[in-house]
Structures are given as C-alpha cells and as structure tokens.
C-alpha cells in the first residue's frame, strides 16, 4: 500500500470542496483517513483539513494527489517543487504540471513563489526567483519547466461568504429567474469597478447587434463603463452595416423586416472599410458615424477582432494569424476586473481559458448551454443570466444611466 498526506484549507465546506476532495479519494479506488479538520468558526475564518490518502500502488496514488492538487490539496512533505530542462522549443518534458485557472503558488528553496500571468492549459515555467505560466508554444528549450505535483499550492476561490455582490448569483443556471435583479446586481458590480479604477472587458457576439443591442453597447462604452471589447470580424461588419444601412443581415432593426436588396449591405459596409484604408480611416472620413466600433475608436477604447475561416472581407482590422490573436486577447486582458460576455460561445470560451479564477466573469446568452460549457471548461467562476442579449444591454444601459 501507498500513502500520502495532504492538507486543505479555505471556506471548504460551503464552496464544495470537501465533498469534492472525498469525492475525488473513492473515485480511483483509494481510501482517505482524516487526521485532524477544524471547522472556521466565524464567516472569516477558514477550515483546515489534514488527511491520509492510501492506494494499492504508488500509480494510483500519484493519480489521486494529481487531482486532489487543483482542489486546494497541499502534500506535506515539505519538498521543493520539481523542474526540468525542456529538451526542445514548444514542448514540455512528459510529466510537467498543467495548469489551472486558480492562484498557484511553488516552492523553491522553501520559500513559496507566486505564479504569475495565471491561466489554465499552461505550463509553470522557473526563472531563478520568479515563476509564470507559459503555453506550450512559448517554452524555449532549456527552460525549467516545472514537473509533478511536489511542491505546488492551489488556492481556489472560494464561495463568498457575505452573500452579497457576485455571489448573489452563485447557482445554477435557468431562465426562470427575475432579469431586472440581476442587470440590477450587474449594474452595481460596474459602478464599483469603475468607481475603483479597475478595467471591464466585452465579450460580445453579432448576436448584439441582431438583437438590436448595439446602441446600448455604445452608449456603455461612450459612458466609461467597457475598457476593453473583444470580438471577431462578425460582430464588426454587422455593426459597421448597421451603422450605415440600418440593418444587420439585411434586416431592418426597427421594423424587423427583410430590406429589399439588404443582403449586400454587409459586404458593402466592408467594401466601404476597405476602400477607406481601414476603420479609422473610415470614421476620419464620416464613412461611419455611430456604432459599437465608432464609440470605441473615438473613446480611446482597445479592441480586439479575432478572425475565422467564414469570415467575410475580412475588415483591415480584424487579425486573422490566430497566434497573434490570442496573444492580443490575453494581453488585453491584462488587470482586467469583470468580464461580460454577451451572446458569443467561440470568443466566450477562448477567454475564459485566459483567465485566472479571481475575475468575475457573467454570461448573458439566451442559450443556457453556453455558460454549462465555460463551467464544463473550468471556468467555475462564471455565473449566467439566460436571457435575450439586447434586452439584456437597454435595461443594463437605463440601470447605468448611459
């Protein structure tokens, strides 16, 4: 038999992640014995778990503790965190550590190292006294990649106890729900990041602009409320179209009525970009002169177009080297607060996988699937209002005062 001891602590017993640490111990086949476990006895004080996990082999433990890690699971025997020296550029050695989206912590030479630029689906990466996550594709040969599971420290987020604020919305997703409370919660959250100079990011789909939510956007955007907009070449094209035709699709938004001719009116708002050198250069000329796009070059606001293989034109704008595109998303979303994603489950899962855990991230969508897949990704601190994204941004806007 195999064992080894490991240690929790945090809010475990009303964020789940004591049902999930015993969970985690049966489902491969192992036995836990709990040594010692102090429950916090006020809403601030955390609970503390000590117990042994025994398995038949030393394969199936080393199973076990892999996935007691990211539950917040420290092992106790107090070594160092374990590297090697990739052999070649883009690759990890075969053991290394994968990330999660939660604050990670190693030790070297006993002293623990934050782990900077957080995100999941990466590697941790050693450089004398200061570690970070890194994608695969960034590792360089040479580096020290950190391998195993000795040596590391997860803390998770914890449901917050005071009930107030984000976790109002900690639940399961649905539809029967009151709208106007949760705009009004969304509403207060916005006010208080930007009362305290934090960034919020736009997660958005063409869905916006369908919806006939774009003028709301804008007016959020033109208010102060969105520091950073990432979207794809869609949501864009339909904007500018918008713009300049007063359809999305070929649709007119006030009547909702199919506009005759109205389905080249997308490729005519790109020809228009194109042939002005750019978006800019198409505001500068009074080519556009509304729109989400418009209020976000002429407020100074960073916005990013990641493209696809169905794309249209593409816009001069959108970045269609999808590396490239990634890596100016995450920059983007540097010291970013809250995130809203509205109505777009491609871009809405790619920055999801971005993001460390300590972001408040809500999910508008009239598709409850779509925020079960960011929570199925790792995104646990997601939480959803399912309902229609352009009633969603007038009630959001009228809340605001934008």
């Not at 293989?309 to 995450?330: F, H, S």
């Amino acid at each position: 038999m195999a064992s080894e001891v490991v240690e929790a602590s945090g809010h475990l017993i009303d964020s789940g992640i004591l049902n999930g640490i015993f969970d985690t111990v049966i489902r491969h086949d192992a036995s836990f014995e709990v040594i010692r476990f102090t429950i916090g006895r006020t809403n601030a004080e955390p609970s503390l778990l000590s117990m042994r996990v025994t398995a038949s082999t030393d394969e199936i433990l080393r199973k076990v503790v892999e996935n007691l890690v990211p539950l917040g699971c420290l092992i106790v025997s107090g070594q160092d965190v374990m590297t090697r020296a990739a052999d070649r550029d883009g690759c990890a050695p075969l053991d290394f550590y994968s990330t999660t989206n939660h604050e990670t912590h190693v030790r070297r030479s006993g002293q623990w190292l934050a782990v900077a630029d957080q995100r999941m689906d990466a590697a941790i990466v050693v450089d004398g006294e200061h570690a970070s996550c890194r994608k695969l594709r960034d590792i360089r040969k040479g580096d020290a990649v950190v391998c195993g599971v000795e040596g590391i420290r997860v803390v998770p987020t914890f449901q917050d106890r005071d009930r107030h604020g984000f976790a109002f919305m900690s639940n399961e997703v649905s539809s029967e729900r009151r709208v106007e409370a949760a705009v009004a919660r969304v509403a207060e959250m916005m006010n208080a990041v930007r009362a305290e100079g934090g960034k919020i990011a736009i997660v958005a789909g063409p869905v916006v602009v369908h919806t006939g939510g774009a003028p709301y956007l804008a007016s959020l955007i033109r208010s102060g409320f969105v520091q950073v907009l990432l979207s794809g070449n869609a949501l864009a094209v339909h904007d500018i179209e918008f713009a300049m035709f007063g359809t999305s699709l070929g649709v007119n938004l006030e009547t909702g009525r199919s506009v005759e001719g109205g389905h080249h009116h997308h490729m005519r708002a790109i020809n228009a970009v194109r042939r002005a050198g750019g978006f800019s250069q198409a505001v500068a000329q009074d080519i556009v002169k509304s729109g989400i796009l418009y209020e976000c070059q002429r407020n100074g606001i960073d916005y990013v177009l990641a493209g696809s293989i169905r794309d249209d034109g593409p816009l001069p704008e959108t970045i269609m080297d999808l590396i490239e595109a990634q890596d100016r998303y995450a920059a983007s979303l540097k010291g970013v607060t809250l995130v809203l994603m509205l109505a777009s489950m491609l871009h809405g899962i790619g920055v999801g996988n971005m993001l460390p855990s300590s972001v408040r991230v809500v999910c508008i969508d009239i598709n409850p699937a779509v925020v079960t897949k960011l929570g199925d990704r790792g995104s646990s601190q997601t939480v959803g209002i399912v309902t229609d994204t352009g009633l969603f941004l007038r009630q959001l806007a009228e809340q605001l005062g934008a």
